[in-house]
């Protein structure tokens, strides 16, 4: 089993920063992939970056550039780096692991964090 638990959303205004961080417990070693996710009011969840373990990273269109998925030294945290950040980027953001051995579904979740992108 694999615990996710996401921090440091908030309010910021149109063109700030944010760092979200996804802490992991539990069968760690087993994870492959990790993902942020996000969901806007009445939208669909969408992925919005990965990372797998040997460090390979994916972004949606809409954040290349603006966003950075990485690993920490502790190795048992992800974080999400949010520059330029625009009105729509607004959401709930989840991070989400995929587990070797459990097929390629995203099957832990984190809780969410709120990121509000107003002025």
């Known amino acids: 089993q694999v615990q996710l638990v996401e921090s440091g959303g908030g309010l910021v205004q149109p063109g700030g920063s944010l760092r979200l961080s996804c802490a992991a417990s539990g069968t760690i070693f087993s994870i492959n992939t990790v993902g942020w996710y996000r969901q806007a009011p009445g939208k669909q969840r969408e992925l919005v970056a990965r990372?797998?373990?040997?460090?390979?990273?994916n972004y949606a269109d809409s954040v290349k550039g603006r966003f950075t998925i990485s690993k920490g030294n502790a190795k048992n945290t992800v974080y999400l780096q949010m520059n330029s950040l625009k009105p729509e980027d607004t959401a709930v953001y989840y991070c989400?692991?995929?587990?070797?051995?459990?097929?390629?579904?995203?099957?832990?979740w984190g809780q969410g964090t709120q990121v509000t992108v107003s002025s």
């Open positions: 989400a692991a995929r587990v070797t051995g459990e097929g390629t579904q995203y099957n832990y």
């Open positions: 990372i797998t373990s040997g460090g390979s990273t």
